[in-house]
């Protein structure tokens, strides 16, 4: 049933009109009937540059930020995102699992890999404390083992999210590749030193790393129903890329190419997560076939996401763009409200093409009220998503009770 704004306002009261005017979804009464889309469905339809019913949202928290969005809605953490209303459910099965899904509790805790790198909390984030080829003469970089007979424990981590594909946009994330993978196994120093005087060792072990991104990539595909490929390779700087992009078109990105064909062969879109100053090689990029760019950290030269959506936007989608160093963590809730709502209205002129997300896992020091704002910008009111949060503690009292008679 639909309703007029001044029905509303004589069944509700004022106090109550204004309430109700502050949930989305019951905005939506006084709109002509659309339809509600699942979340893989305005994923699907902002990816084919199509209008969703709204601007769909990719989120990354760090742990700590997390937990405490969690305690704020009195939510476990693994319903936080449906409280909130994000789109894409996807999972570590590369090295970054290592890196950032594998949470300590105290600095100085810590834990090895499957690529022998040894990892330790310092402050908020895991650090690399060794390196496994950390000081290993070149010659010895073709000796190196990747962690093959690991792949199907890998893959395990997918298995949270396969309940859900029905109902979300479902990813698999491989990253990292190439080099990103060589600065944690070498040592960012030498990694670019290897770069500089590559020989057949250097060449033997991005082959080899290769390989492994591409057979790790192929058994995701043959064994999930994913609706993209996601890898990433961090390769920008704060101001340019970090090794000469002729190095880079030469060497590397013959290389991520194979990986990203691996995506292309089971008909997925790919997804590409680079941090820093990339604009030099978007082009290459969307020529090898990158479908979505994560995650455009407006701070750095040429990566303004609204400049970057008109020079390559009907070519590629989007996704990210809110600033994790600056804006999110230190300006005011409006000013996040306004500069979000701009970026959204701005990044999906053309009905879509853009996916909201964090230019980084968002900060442990963001105030909760500023993850709101970013939230309201998109549609989803603070009361929304609290209203949502006691709907889903209801769900898992009732099922506790269940489980308990």
């Given amino acids: 049933m639909r309703y007029s704004l001044c029905s509303l306002r004589l069944l509700c009261g004022l106090g109550g009109f204004k309430k109700i005017l502050r949930h989305s979804r019951f905005i939506d009464l006084l709109l002509p009937e659309k339809e509600i889309m699942t979340s893989k469905e305005r994923v699907y339809a902002a990816l084919r540059r199509q209008k969703p019913d709204r601007v769909p949202i990719f989120m990354w928290f760090h742990p700590i930020t997390a937990e405490r969005l969690a305690a704020e809605l009195d939510l476990p953490k693994n319903l936080l995102g449906v ?215 407006a701070n750095c030269p040429g990566m303004d996401p609204i400049e970057l959506k008109r020079e390559f936007g009907k070519y590629i989608s989007f996704m990210g763009g809110v600033d994790t160093v600056e804006l999110l963590p230190r300006a005011t809730a409006e000013t996040i409200f306004r500069e979000t709502k701009n970026l959204i209205e701005k990044m999906t002129e053309d009905g879509g093409g853009y996916i909201l997300s964090a230019s980084h896992t968002v900060p442990p020091e963001t105030p909760l009220e500023n993850i709101f704002a970013m939230y309201e910008a998109a549609g989803l009111s603070k009361e929304e998503i609290f209203d949502r949060a006691n709907d889903l503690r209801k769900g898992e009292n009732q099922g506790n009770s269940r489980t308990e008679n």
């Fill in 83 to 297: 409280a909130l209303g994000d789109d894409v459910r996807q999972a570590w099965v590369g090295n970054n699992h290592a890196m950032e899904g594998i949470v300590h509790e105290r600095d100085g805790e810590g834990h090895s890999d499957d690529w022998g790198i040894d990892w330790v909390k310092q402050g908020p984030f895991n650090q690399i404390a060794k390196s496994p080829l950390e000081n290993a003469p070149k010659e010895e970089l073709k000796n190196y083992k990747f962690p093959f007979s690991k792949i199907d424990q890998l893959l395990e981590n997918m298995n949270a999210i396969l309940p859900l594909q029905d109902e979300y946009f479902i990813g698999c994330d491989i990253s990292p590749c190439l080099f990103e993978l060589m600065c944690r196994l070498r040592g960012m120093e030498e990694a670019i030193m290897d770069l500089a005087d590559i020989d057949n060792s250097v060449e033997k072990i991005y082959d080899e790393a290769t390989r492994f991104a591409v057979e790790l990539g192929e058994a995701a595909c043959q064994r999930f129903p994913m609706d993209w490929f996601w890898t990433g390779d961090d390769v920008g700087g704060q101001f340019d890329l970090i090794m000469n992009p002729k190095i880079w078109r030469q060497f590397m990105k013959p290389r991520l190419m194979k990986i990203f064909d691996v995506g292309k062969k089971h008909n997925l879109y790919v997804a590409y997560h680079a941090c820093g100053a990339i604009r030099e090689i978007i082009p290459d990029l969307i020529e090898m076939g990158m479908d979505v760019l994560n995650p455009i950290q």
